[in-house]
């Protein structure tokens, strides 16, 4: 079997920068680190990350010491102004992608547009911009008409781009002013170009990451509209020698949260099956 792999996979800018930022700090520091939730969407990181001193929480009015981080994906106005207030240190991995998002969509507001957040609204990143706007956005994951004079999108980072260009394509419809920013990031975007022209080479694909992981699992669906035979895997443990027989070549890529020694181990699994 052939085994072929995309060029950009794995660690994004954004979250190695992160990773390489709290790293740092929990070994000169040798305080207890927070993150507000995981840094990253990818339960064997933040497992190893853990038995480092740096540990997520979820509730953001729990943290009375040590440092805490605001993850790459941001977090909300209220959780800032809270942990500002308190005083503690801060360290801020906030994706610059993620802060283009939230100030293109601070300008919207002040200049009158409804704003449109294109994205899932259970993602932290979602949580995070419609809370600078002071909840006044409205959030879409599907096509739709909206009766708005002026109507300013902006779209999740990891948001795929078929599916933001249909729903801004749906806003024309019942809108007077339509303006548009396209902040999906650029890793995001050349991951999921890779992938697509790697899954129509291929007999199956696998896309590795966590099954939290919003960027993966976008990945995985923008592989599967090219191939049917595409599976999510988180580890090397998923892998099934049953989805092999009669396949020749196998495309693998990972989602922007999917450590390089785990998609090494998926890549050495696959050859020795
Ligand atoms: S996926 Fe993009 S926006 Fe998110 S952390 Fe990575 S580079 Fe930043």
Not at 145 to 169: A, C, H, L, P
């Amino acid at each position: 079997m052939q085994v072929l792999k995309t060029k950009h996979l794995g660690f994004c800018f954004g979250v190695r920068r992160a990773i390489n930022i709290v790293l740092r700090e929990a070994e000169q520091s040798g305080k207890k680190i927070y993150t507000i939730g995981p840094i990253i969407h990818n339960p064997q990181m933040v497992k190893d990350l853990k038995e480092k001193g740096i540990v997520p929480v979820d509730n953001v009015y729990q943290i009375d010491d040590g440092i805490v981080v605001f993850r790459t994906h941001g977090i909300k106005k209220d959780e800032e102004a809270y942990i500002k207030n308190k005083g503690l240190p801060i360290i801020d991995t906030t994706c610059p992608f993620v802060k283009r998002v939230r100030k293109r969509a601070i300008f919207l507001k002040k200049n009158g547009y409804k704003v449109v957040i294109v994205g899932d609204k259970n993602h932290p990143e979602v949580k995070s911009v419609l809370s600078y706007l002071d909840n006044d956005g409205i959030v879409l994951q599907l096509p739709t008409s909206i009766k708005e004079k002026k109507i300013g999108v902006v779209s999740q980072t990891t948001q795929d781009k078929e599916t933001f260009f249909n729903i801004v394509r749906g806003l024309i419809e019942g809108v007077e002013e339509l303006r548009v920013y396209n902040t999906i990031c650029h890793s995001t975007e050349i991951r999921q170009d890779e992938a697509a022209i790697l899954a129509s080479k291929v007999d199956l694909m696998l896309i590795v990451g966590g099954k939290n992981s919003s960027n993966t699992a976008k990945l995985y669906n923008v592989v599967k509209r090219v191939q049917q035979n595409s599976y999510h895997i988180e580890t090397e443990k998923d892998i099934m020698p049953g989805w092999f027989s009669g396949i020749n070549k196998i495309g693998i890529t990972g989602g922007a949260s999917t450590p390089d020694h785990i998609l090494d181990i998926v890549e050495r699994r696959v050859k020795n099956l």
